[in-house]
């Protein structure tokens, strides 16, 4: 019997990827090291602040005071044993584990050098960055429910403008937030029927189909923007979602304003995280969107009803999408503008494969991304020598790097982008 | 949802590849190949032309208030004239009531004379408001007068696209006349009436080389969905070359520049390519990832090395006369020869596609990679290739637009090129010919909406909507036969490219087994 | 009833006929069920096979220290259950898939690291067991395909130009040799019934000089006239000098058609037998995982 000489076989791509993310370690070890700690000088401290800078119902403490090249020279060196260790012996299952770690020295390395000599409020920049990425983890979700069931959701841009520009219409209208989050909300999932008819009814192609509704939804808002708002400016100005404390744990320092201390959307999309990951993986409903995902026919011949469940599924992330664009208006600056997704919806399939499929992987993807984001406003104020543009640039280059599959290969659903023919 | 006929079965238009049963070819298939997309047109016209009458404020007010001044007696222009006028045409004697002669028609001056049109009779206002006098104002609503609406609606409808027309091909009267006047020896006045068809072709033009990098790609199975990104990179590339090379003559100058934006845009295009080969990872999410950074980098240089110098805005410098495409007519003609350099890349497209081994490699890996590895070729190579060149089309492109028409490369560079290529390739059924007639049509669209954003006031946008219409009606033709009830032929297909592109990314995780993951 | 070319040729009574009379009348002319082969004259060994290991999708052991050797004239049939690692094999014998680990030779030339081009221009013909997804552009018309893997040699093509008449000239010779029924060779293969796709496929593969067959599945699928088609131009390859190692899970096929034996379980071989020294049982223990050794110690059964 041959079942047991798995374990003896020279896999020798799983060991050459080993052996790169080793390297990897050491790289961004020397990188630390040369980069940051070479410009600093000895004695300057990085001022971490840990207070938001606004009215906030956390106990205040005090800010983290980082000595800057002792620091720097400690994670480089750390980074620097663990690829060794990941050469000599390698982590096996905790791999991906230490490669988090080693991308947070990176991380803590480029603040404090950064900051070296001055202060930032990280507790802000935390707070943005969960800001940010609220509407890319809501794209996120949004994909996942569709690619769960096996449909490709290019079009989770054209919906998040969408639901962006009817958010800020019907709710100037109707003066009422609520009104113009479920207005959106029917927005976009009408956009996500259009997306489940032309590509289950019609057959199209579903990355046509994502791509002409993401034209469709470009010009349409732009049209009406164009047409409308510009020139009746009373009907682009909603209202914003006010801040609402969570009475108890807003209380606790760094972790409550951050997470506890801002407005309902947000809040929707961390209580969507868990809803969806409960349904998908703890109930029935769950069981068979993934089922028909992977095997449609075999769920099919178990009385799984493969369209409509399609159908259901890709409706509702339509409505998660548009979520995530009303946040984009009623959520932060209350108006909108023209193409202002700026590309949020494909970083948030982007997410998606970051995080393996799943809805806490993706949320953590997100906020690396909104990081990286909120970063790239602060470095003008930090005065870093690096233009603008290029950490605008950072969330893209990050996409891009972790789809090569440098991070892990993640599987998407097996069934995904293909047609299912009842026979 | 059963088959029309009896033992035919509908092709999926994606998936996997399905048997076909025994059939005949169909010869309706080749008209309906032509008539499918024309109709798709016509019918996204139409909804346009909806979609322009329910946003314009005048027809709303058209079909909602209509003011109608209450008279009795009503005052008639032939009968009546008013007391300023009488004044004006005789002597200052006149008064209310008195009957005047004017150009031959007796007159009795009264107050005011309204236009017929915009009166109502006393009976008919107190029949909706009991209480009312003569000389107030009142607003009907569309059905009570349901002919001013329409009126208003049709005018609205006409008017754009008469705006439209003239915008994008000229009047045609105004041509006439002018040609007359040419044969009789005065051609001044030629530019100015033959100013918007030829700007309909300098228009097309970009989209031709666009449309043709999206088609090639998508014959070889691939989405190329970052034809706006290359098209900046290789307006870069080759605006760099055309200022700072200095000195050389103009048949040195001008194919390096140009050649400077096919290498930058078709290395642009290359790396998804290189990516898709060697890692599976989806080209969408790739090229539009690269078009994100194109512009990131754009915004860079050209706010900073690449900057014009003397001046604050985001503009390169010019390019040197020695890499300027000869411009053929007077101004204010801006039809230049990249016209007909984009037609010969047709020309070239279609010979490579069809006539060569690396065309037939090209479009096998995109019907079928499965096949195409078993037959021996080499997926990395032709998903890399077909990128490149497909980049290098979009970088020709703005090489074309900067060395013929613009001179210099502005920071506000495209006109939404990215998604508008997909359409033209969609419409063009990914042939050169097609992709050639479909980008003439978008020229004119696109000529004429500027024209109807300045006359008729309708966002430019418009046209986005337009194509998406199209696009969805020619990807899926069902919905037009179910509109026009026409009967099901052969289904002419429009890119296949899906199978290819789920399908290469297993084989391409196959093939990549050997290289470095 | 039975129905050809549209049109019905006979009535008959399943109790009155068999399966010569019926498949007689199905094809239009007696049907050879049985084969007619001569007696084996193998030659020099062309392909070698020593020790192949080779990993699946899942990085398990599909292919699990396999050797073999065919030899010119001969027909080696591998049979066995499929999911045994066949497919896996195939694809290694053909370039298409890495192997882990041992030694493969086509004359005498060593393929462990050969593309799939370099394998067939070493004269290695294969018909794949997905016709229509591994063996054929179904889009494509049946011209195209007849050329799918020589388009870029001499006469097909000089440089990178396709020679259009030289293409089309071979096209309409090798569908009037073979027997394709097409409407014609611009029609798109997909047009075709299995039997004539597959048919395509053999032309393709049997219109240059080839020193090795690999054939999997050749007949899933046909009908009987083109089964007998197949299993004929197979033996006539046999004869002219040609090493055919033939993958089947119809036992049938292998047992009339192979002049050896070779049964695949979980990897490996568990036996190389002759079929005329073979019971059908014995095949079958053979295909169950038993080796030779174990079978010979079972009870002898009829």
């Known amino acids: 019997m041959t079942v047991t000489k798995q374990a003896a076989v020279l896999d020798r791509q799983a060991l050459q990827r080993s052996r790169v993310m080793g390297i990897l370690f050491i790289v961004i070890g020397a990188a630390i090291y040369l980069l940051f700690a070479t410009t600093s000088e000895p004695g300057q401290t990085a001022t971490f602040g840990l207070n938001p800078g606004r009215q906030t119902a956390a106990l205040p403490i005090s800010d983290l005071v980082l000595p800057v090249l002792p620091s720097l020279y400690a994670m480089s060196l750390a980074a620097v044993v663990l690829g060794t260790w990941q050469l000599a012996k390698g982590f096996g299952r905790a791999e991906g584990a230490m490669l988090g770690l080693v991308a947070l020295f990176l991380t803590i390395g480029f603040l404090a050098w950064a900051a070296r000599g001055k202060g930032l409020n990280l507790v802000g920049i935390l707070e943005t960055t969960l800001q940010r990425a609220t509407p890319i983890a809501l794209a996120a979700l949004s994909g996942l429910l569709c690619e769960r069931s096996g449909i490709v959701n290019i079009a989770i841009e054209g919906m998040m403008l969408t639901a962006a520009l009817v958010s800020a219409l019907v709710g100037s209208i109707s003066h009422s937030l609520w009104v113009g989050l479920i207005a959106s909300l029917i927005a976009s999932g009408l956009l996500g029927a259009l997306l489940a008819v032309l590509s289950i009814r019609f057959k199209v192609n579903q990355v046509i189909a994502g791509t002409a509704i993401n034209i469709l939804a470009i010009g349409g808002t732009s049209f009406i923007s164009a047409k409308f708002l510009s020139t009746f400016q009373e009907l682009n100005s909603p209202g914003k979602f006010p801040n609402l404390p969570v009475p108890v744990l807003s209380k606790i320092p760094l972790l409550g304003p951050i997470f506890f201390e801002t407005n309902i959307i947000v809040y929707m999309m961390l209580g969507l995280l868990v809803l969806i990951h409960v349904l998908l993986y703890y109930t029935p409903w769950g069981l068979r969107t993934r089922a028909i995902g992977e095997r449609p026919r075999a769920a099919d011949t178990l009385g799984v009803n493969v369209f409509a469940m399609r159908y259901l599924n890709v409706i509702l992330g339509g409505m998660v999408a548009g979520l995530g664009g009303a946040f984009l208006v009623l959520g932060s600056v209350p108006r909108f503008d023209e193409l202002m997704t700026a590309g949020k919806g494909f970083i948030g399939l982007a997410a998606l494969i970051f995080g393996s499929y799943n809805p806490f992987g993706a949320f953590g993807a997100s906020l690396i991304f909104g990081f990286t984001d909120t970063f790239q406003a602060k470095l003008q104020i930090l005065r870093v020598p690096i233009p603008s543009q290029f950490m605008r640039m950072a969330p893209y280059l990050i996409t891009m790097i972790v789809l090569a599959g440098v991070v892990g290969r993640a599987e998407p659903p097996a069934a995904e982008g293909q047609v299912y023919e009842k026979q | ?517 | 009833m039975v129905l050809r070319l549209g049109r019905m040729v006979g009535t008959t009574h399943p109790a009155e006929t068999d399966e010569h009379a019926l498949a007689a009348l199905m094809v239009g002319h007696e049907v050879q069920l049985e084969l007619d082969k001569e007696p084996a004259a193998p030659q020099d060994t062309v392909l070698d096979i020593h020790d192949l290991r080779v990993l699946d999708d899942r990085h398990g052991l599909a292919v699990d220290g396999l050797s073999l050797q065919v030899r010119a004239g001969e027909i080696v049939g591998v049979a066995g259950v499929q999911g045994n690692g066949q497919t896996e094999l195939v694809e290694t014998l053909t370039g298409l898939r890495a192997m882990n680990d041992g030694r493969v030779s086509i004359a005498g030339k060593d393929i462990s690291h050969a593309s799939p081009r370099q394998v067939t221009e070493l004269g290695v013909a294969h018909v794949p067991e997905d016709r229509q997804r591994d063996g054929l552009v179904l889009d494509f018309p049946v011209a195209d395909n007849l050329m799918l893997n020589t388009y870029y040699l001499p006469p097909n093509a000089r440089g990178i130009t396709l020679q259009d008449r030289v293409i089309r000239e071979n096209a309409v010779r090798r569908v009037a040799e073979f027997d394709i029924r097409t409407p014609g060779i611009d029609a798109p293969v997909a047009n075709l019934s299995g039997g004539n796709q597959q048919k395509v496929i053999v032309a393709r593969e049997f219109s240059r000089p080839i020193k090795l067959l690999i054939a999997s599945q050749p007949t899933r699928g046909l009908d009987v006239g083109s089964v007998e088609y197949i299993h004929k131009r197979i033996l006539a390859a046999r004869d002219a000098g040609t090493a055919i190692l033939l993958v089947s899970s119809e036992l049938d096929e292998i047992v009339a058609l192979s002049d050896r034996i070779a049964v695949m379980y979980k990897g490996r071989l568990t036996g190389v037998v002759k079929p005329d020294e073979v019971t059908r049982q014995q095949l079958g223990l053979l295909m169950a995982g038993y080796t030779e050794d174990e079978r010979a110690s079972s009870p002898d059964e009829r």
């Open chain 2, 1 to 517: 949802m059963s088959s029309v006929e009896g033992n035919r079965t509908n092709l999926p238009t994606n998936g996997k590849q399905r048997p076909a049963s025994r059939r005949q070819p169909r010869h309706a298939g080749w008209g309906q190949g032509f008539l499918l997309p024309l109709l798709a047109i016509f019918t996204a016209l139409v909804l346009g032309g909806l979609l322009i009458l329910v946003t314009d404020l005048e027809v709303i007010a058209a079909f909602t208030r209509i003011p109608r001044q209450v008279a009795d007696p009503f005052t008639n222009a032939d009968t009546q004239i008013s007391l300023e006028e009488a004044l004006w045409h005789h002597p200052p004697e006149v008064s209310m009531g008195d009957l005047v002669e004017v150009d031959g028609t007796a007159k009795r001056v009264v107050a005011q004379v309204e236009d017929e049109q915009e009166q109502i009779s006393l009976e008919t206002a107190r029949e909706l408001y009991p209480q009312l006098g003569p000389g107030v104002t009142i607003h009907l609503n569309f059905l009570q007068k349901p002919a001013v609406g329409l009126r208003a609606a049709w005018q609205s409808v006409s008017r754009t696209y008469a705006a439209l027309f003239e915008g994008a091909i000229g009047n045609p009267s105004r041509m006439a006349a002018v040609v007359r006047a040419w044969l009789q020896g005065d051609p001044s006045l030629l530019p100015q009436a033959f100013y918007p068809i030829m700007e309909s072709l300098v228009v097309a033009t970009p989209y031709i080389l666009v449309g043709l990098a999206v088609a090639l790609s998508f014959r070889a199975g691939l989405f190329n969905i970052g034809a706006e990104g290359q098209y900046f990179i290789g307006g870069l590339s080759c605006v760099f070359v055309g200022y700072s090379l200095k000195g050389l003559p103009i048949y040195i100058h001008l194919p390096l520049t140009l050649l400077a934006g096919v290498i930058g845009g078709g290395l642009w295009g290359a790396i998804p390519g290189l990516l898709k080969a060697l890692t599976g990872a989806h080209e969408v999410i790739n090229t539009i990832m690269m078009n994100y950074i194109a512009f990131a980098l754009s915004d860079w240089l050209l706010n900073g090395p690449m900057q014009r110098p003397g001046g604050f805005t985001p503009v390169s410098p010019e390019i040197q006369p020695s890499a300027m495409l000869p411009s053929l007519f007077p101004s204010p003609i801006r039809f230049h020869a990249g016209f007909f350099l984009a037609l010969a890349c047709a020309a070239a497209v279609y010979w490579l596609l069809f006539k060569t081994t690396v065309g037939f490699e090209l479009r096998s890996v995109g019907a079928n990679p499965h096949a195409a590895r078993y037959a021996g070729m080499s997926l990395t190579r032709n998903f890399v290739l077909a990128m490149f060149l497909s980049g290098g089309l979009a970088g020709l492109a703005a090489a074309n637009e900067i060395s013929g028409l613009t001179h210099y490369m502005p920071n506000a560079f495209s006109a939404g090129y990215g998604f508008d290529s997909i359409a033209l390739a969609l419409l063009g059924k990914s042939h050169p010919v097609g992709v050639v007639l479909a980008s003439l049509l978008f020229g004119i669209l696109r000529a004429g909406a500027t024209r109807m954003q300045s006359v008729a006031s309708i966002p430019i946008d418009i046209i986005s909507i337009l194509q998406a219409t199209i696009i969805i009606f020619v990807a899926a033709p069902e919905i037009i036969r179910m509109i026009y009830r026409l009967p099901k032929g052969k289904k002419a297909g429009p890119a296949k490219a899906s199978t290819a592109a789920e399908a290469a990314a297993e084989a391409a995780a196959e093939a990549g087994a050997e290289s470095v993951e």
